[in-house]
């Protein structure tokens, strides 16, 4: 294996390694919110007992604390459209090389490239389902309405 493929090898270890870490993260957290949760259960002897503790501000507070952060469902298709346009970009700055400067790039270039046009079509996708729900706007639309509304 030569140093010439070190590099794209690397990038794609780097983010495997990037996908690992947050999956894990992830993971861990909610295996401690499952821990505390099951504690705060086994610490009771009757569903009574666990009723009446859980009716005070403390314990709202305390289910607010456990609770996983709550992304908004409009805000995903846009984390799904930033990072295939990250990643479209970075494949095609990978061709630009592969054609100027050293061929061996091309491979990166197309994976990037290739799974960045695919994410942006998902985000695509997301928008346009998430418009067709009832009730439901895709980020960015609430603003538009706004200022269609003030016209006659």
């Known amino acids: ?34 821990a505390v949760i099951r504690h705060l259960i086994d610490r009771f002897s009757t569903g009574e007992e666990f009723t009446a503790a859980m009716q005070g501000p403390e314990a709202r507070q305390l289910f607010e604390a456990l609770s996983p952060s709550k992304r908004q469902p409009k805000t995903e298709p846009v984390g799904i459209f930033l990072l295939g346009a990250v990643s479209t970009c970075l494949g095609i700055g990978f061709l630009w090389l592969a054609a100027a400067v050293q061929p061996a790039m091309v491979y990166p270039g197309v994976i990037l490239a290739s799974s960045g046009a695919g994410l942006l079509l998902s985000a695509w996708v997301a928008r346009r389902s998430a418009a067709k729900r009832p009730g439901s706007r895709p980020a960015g639309d609430a603003e538009r309405a706004d200022s269609t509304a003030e016209r006659p």
């Open 1 to 34: 294996m030569g140093p010439d493929i070190l590099v794209p090898l690397a990038g794609m270890a780097m983010t495997i390694g990037i996908v690992w870490i947050t999956h894990w993260k992830r993971k861990h957290e909610t295996d401690q919110r499952a």
